[in-house]
């Protein structure tokens, strides 16, 4: 009997949430979402999206021009940074994966192609400034795009420096610090990442 009241409130409690997910969902893109583009107010925007449930953080990217594939899976809390206008140095290609925690510095392009993966609190980094300091001087600011080929799989907790490319089938272990560009079918790990074997690669389908 208490199983059966115990279900019974769940499914009410389903009903109930439901109908305000979507009232939610319809606020947050238009009202909330619109009013912070009128005011070009990008940093609001990208805290609705830290905020944003897993619909809501698809749809908000779409909303804000990136380009996401057919059945690309983007898990919620997602942190965006160096957004000028909008999201549009943003690919994600089909049935890509990016999870839980992971940060985009849009500064420069950032391409994620078909059936790459990129695992919880992935870090890519596409500028780098040192301002002020006398690191300037040795290091000139510098823009540059972060590519993630196609069947790539990036570990939990790696970082992505500007202008890596990480190659088709590859794979970069947690906690990696890439610097530079990872080849096809190569695994890579440890700071700064080195290359440690090769992987077998299935035959690309183009």
């Known amino acids: 009997m208490q199983i059966a009241l115990m279900g019974i409130i769940f499914k009410l409690c389903c009903l109930v949430a439901k109908p305000y997910g979507s009232v939610r969902r319809w606020a947050l893109l238009n009202i909330r979402l619109p009013f912070y583009l009128k005011l070009n107010d990008i940093a609001a925007i990208n ?61 420069e392009r950032v391409t994620v192609e078909d059936n790459a993966v990129i695992a919880m609190r992935v870090t890519i980094l596409t500028h780098f400034d040192a301002g002020s300091s006398d690191a300037a001087q040795l290091f000139p600011k510098t823009t540059k795009a972060v590519l993630i080929q196609s069947g790539a799989y990036v570990g939990a907790g790696a970082l992505l420096l500007p202008g890596v490319t990480i190659g088709y089938g590859a794979l970069v ?34």
Do not use: W
Request: proline share 2%; hydrophobic share 45%; net charge positive.
């Open 47 to 107: 805290r609705l999206l830290l905020d944003a449930n897993f619909a809501e953080t698809r749809a908000i990217l779409q909303r804000m021009a990136a380009n996401l594939g057919q059945d690309s899976y983007i898990e919620n809390h997602l942190f965006v940074h160096n957004a000028r206008h909008d999201y549009s140095n943003l690919t994600i290609g089909k049935k890509a994966y990016v999870g839980k925690d992971c940060f985009f510095d849009l500064s």
């Open 173 to 206: 272990a947690a906690g990696a610090v890439v610097i530079k560009d990872v080849p096809l079918g190569t695994q890579f790990a440890g700071v700064p990442a080195r290359a440690i074997q090769r992987v077998k690669l299935a035959e690309r389908v183009s």
